[in-house]
């Protein structure tokens, strides 16, 4: 029980430094440069992209590492069948 | 066909008209797959959505793709322990493999989850701070969920005897599935969170208009599919390996 009030404290601890969902307030005004001012600019459309292409990396990778184990299950019975 | 090539065929792998016919559907189910997720991903640009908030602006598309990848991984979870419990009670190592696989999914898409979190946070409500990383609750115990995760691979790789690995592994399963809730669902929303339902912000059915719930909702079950096919993949690939298991020696 202890030990759920402490972990309770823990999350107390971060209360205050979250900015609200959807307060203007809780982010400040400076103008952004750089890449910040690429990605925010035509109402942040840039930010979904991004957010799309991690998505396809990730399927693309996990597709990548299921041919290799085709390929070495392949390399494994082609040798098997020149002996 | 001549009869050598009809009896190698019968034996192969000993596809009979009526698994033949199954393959044809599930083939058909993945076209399925294929076309509907284009669909939403169209959908997901040109359907009109809440882009008029402040901070969020257009990202507010992200809902289609973010929060399907943590709906994805929830499902995988789920999905790995009722392999779990078929382990312990079956003691059939099939079960193990795919315990293996929907854990590897889960965990894929747990991943994603993440990552798109970051960026998604990092140009809005982090504009302007340099920060990546939030501390917020949800995302810190997300991050904690995807480490017990991970020591499920750890602990698999430790132990030998693959039956002992099965058993052991499918209990470290149903307790992860179990920490998850409450890490996801219970913990955050006793404090401040960017998430909906959380410290002052409206749940999620009082910040969705009625469009976006129609790309999101297809968008879940476009990811679900999605999941579903990597799966089977690696399936039907751990079969095959068991099958010719005896023609090679590894």
């Known amino acids: 029980m202890t030990n759920m009030l402490y972990l309770f404290n ?8 979250q900015p609200k969902w959807s307060d203007p307030n809780s982010v ?3 103008q952004p440069t750089g890449y910040e001012a690429m990605m925010v600019s ?5 930010v979904v992209l991004a957010v799309v292409l991690i998505i396809w990396v990730g399927i693309l990778i996990y597709l990548f590492r ?5 390929s070495t299950l392949e390399r494994a019975l082609h040798e098997a069948k020149q002996q | 066909m001549c009869g050598g090539s009809d009896l190698a065929y019968n034996l192969g792998y000993g596809l009979s008209f009526s698994q033949s016919n199954m393959t044809l559907v599930v083939k058909r189910i993945k076209i399925g797959i294929a076309v509907w997720m284009t669909a939403v991903i169209l ?3 040109v359907l009109s959505a809440a882009t008029k908030l402040p901070i969020l602006e257009q990202t507010a598309r992200n809902l289609y793709f973010h929060v399907p990848m943590w709906f994805t991984m929830m499902m995988a979870y789920f999905v790995s322990a ?13 079960w193990d493999m795919k315990v293996v696989e929907a854990t590897r999914i889960a965990m894929l898409f747990g991943v994603l989850g993440m990552l798109t979190g970051i960026v ?3 140009f809005t409500w982090f504009l302007g701070t340099g920060k990546w990383w939030g501390s917020d609750p949800k995302q810190m115990m997300a991050a904690v969920q995807l480490l017990i995760s991970g020591a499920y691979f750890v602990l698999r790789s430790a132990l030998d005897n693959p039956r002992l690995r099965a058993r052991i592994s499918a209990v470290y399963t149903l307790f992860s599935v179990v920490s998850m809730i409450f890490l996801l669902y219970v913990l955050p929303r006793l404090t401040e969170s960017l998430h909906p339902g959380t410290g002052g912000n409206p749940a999620f059915d009082k910040i969705t208009d009625p469009t976006m719930r129609l790309v999101f909702y297809p968008a879940i079950l476009g990811f679900f599919g ?5 799966f089977d993949q690696r399936v039907r690939l751990a079969r095959v390996e068991e099958d010719t298991e005896g023609f090679y020696i590894q």
């Open chain 1, 10 to 17: 823990l999350l107390t601890l971060l209360k205050g430094q």
């Open chain 1, 28 to 30: 400040p005004t400076a």
């Open chain 1, 42 to 46: 035509d109402d942040k459309i840039w």
């Open chain 1, 66 to 70: 299921t041919d290799q184990k085709i």
């Open chain 2, 43 to 45: 959908a997901a640009f």
């Open chain 2, 82 to 94: 009722y392999f779990a419990v078929q382990v312990l009670r079956t003691e059939d190592l099939v």
């Open chain 2, 120 to 122: 998604w946070s990092r």
């Open chain 2, 226 to 230: 999605i999941a579903w096919w990597l």
